[in-house]
């Protein structure tokens, strides 16, 4: 069976675009749409025809891109569905434990509230790769715009039960920042310190920080590592206002 292939790139101001590619049957998913043409002119960089878009979450930054996709390649969209309306042309409504096929490659989704009621996460075993749009990020998690810390709680141990090595794709490059914020809730951490040094590092010469890993969330960040919902709320909290 042959590779699938992922490819990331900017968008917008701190959002990653995504694709995944199945060279043998030819399809080609975007994870979210930040910005139709920069999604356009990497397919077309690669000559990958886009067949599929799978949304993560409603908001603009990752479904912006839609409609104008649909229009220019007939795109069957795959998100969320438990709140009608939210995703512009939603085909195929999914929700947690659902299972689809790309190409002869499992797709498994997982219903990760906390930044938003609705959101999910796409894991493709075959890539040992996690698409997680705003629920977890390199050393930080999404804003509790819609859900409570327990919910989140529950979303990221979830995240933890993946192989150690699975590839985290994230939907923004926060690394830096949450690096900073996450120093200063648990100074100690040589892992931590480690990784923010190599963070800069990268971001000093405009290279992602994305993937990460469920093994290096593991040891480096804060949300993944509270112990309880009540800390986790906690950590939030302070993170709102760092
Ligand atoms: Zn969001």
């Known amino acids: 069976m042959s590779k699938l292939e992922i490819a990331l790139f900017p968008c917008l101001s701190d959002n990653?675009?995504?694709?995944?590619?199945?060279?043998?049957?030819?399809?080609?998913a975007a994870i979210d749409t930040p910005d139709a043409d920069e999604i356009t002119r990497q397919c077309e960089a690669r000559n990958w025809g886009l067949t599929d878009i799978w949304n993560t979450h409603h908001h603009w930054d990752h479904t912006g891109g839609n409609l104008a996709l649909k229009e220019k390649y007939g795109v069957n969209i795959t998100g969320p569905n438990m709140i009608e309306g939210r995703i512009p042309g939603l085909d195929i409504g999914v929700g947690e434990a659902d299972i689809f096929q790309f190409g002869h490659?499992?797709?498994?989704?997982?219903?990760?509230?906390g930044h938003t009621k609705d959101h999910i996460v796409y894991y493709v075993p075959d890539a040992e790769a996690i698409f997680v749009g705003d629920t977890l990020f390199?050393?930080?998690?999404?804003?509790?715009f819609e859900g409570t810390p327990?919910?989140?709680?529950?979303?990221?141990?979830?995240?933890a039960s993946l192989p150690p090595e699975t590839k985290v794709?994230?939907?923004?490059?926060?690394?830096?920042s949450n690096g900073e914020f996450a120093i200063t809730v648990e100074s100690e951490n040589p892992a931590l310190r480690a990784a923010l040094g190599d963070a800069k590092t990268k971001r000093t010469k405009a290279v992602p920080t994305i993937p990460t890993t469920i093994s290096k969330?593991?040891?480096?960040?804060?949300?993944?590592?509270?112990?309880?919902?009540?800390?986790?709320?906690q950590i939030r909290a302070a993170k709102d206002n760092f």
């Open 16 to 28: 990653y675009g995504l694709l995944i590619h199945d060279p043998q049957s030819g399809k080609t």
């Open 105 to 113: 490659h499992d797709v498994k989704v997982w219903h990760t509230p």
């Open 138 to 144: 390199a050393m930080g998690c999404g804003r509790l």
């Open 150 to 159: 327990l919910q989140m709680f529950e979303s990221l141990k979830k995240l």
């Open 169 to 176: 794709y994230c939907a923004h490059e926060y690394t830096v």
């Open 217 to 233: 969330e593991l040891e480096t960040n804060p949300f993944m590592r509270a112990e309880t919902p009540e800390i986790l709320g």
